[in-house]
């Protein structure tokens, strides 16, 4: 399964903050992480995140797109009901 994520590096605490749409009408899942832009820090810490709040190993979440850009996409892996039903509650702000 693949997610797409709209990270807004040096954001405070790390926190998933609900649903981002672009102009565009493509929906991300909005993510704010304390790490700044980097040498990959802020995507690692995203990858984290992601990983603790789906109840995954951080090596099942797979930043496959976007290593430089707000706007990135990561393969999960797991079972994707359950995975579902984790970003279903996950796309409500915190």
């Known amino acids: 399964m693949q997610l797409a994520v709209r990270v807004t590096p040096r954001g405070g605490r790390d926190q998933v903050a609900g649903l981002w749409r672009d102009a565009a009408g493509r929906c991300y899942l909005a993510v704010k992480v304390a790490a700044a832009p980097a040498d990959g820090a802020a995507n690692d810490a995203v990858r984290a995140l992601l990983a603790k709040r ?15 850009s707000r706007e ?14 984790k970003l279903a509650e996950l796309g409500q702000a915190e």
């Not at 789906?54 to 430089?68: E, I, K, P, S, Y």
């Open 54 to 68: 789906l109840g995954l190993a951080r090596g099942d979440v797979a930043l496959v797109h976007g290593a430089t």
């Open 72 to 85: 990135k996409r990561f393969r999960l892996a797991g079972d994707p009901a359950a995975l579902a039903k």
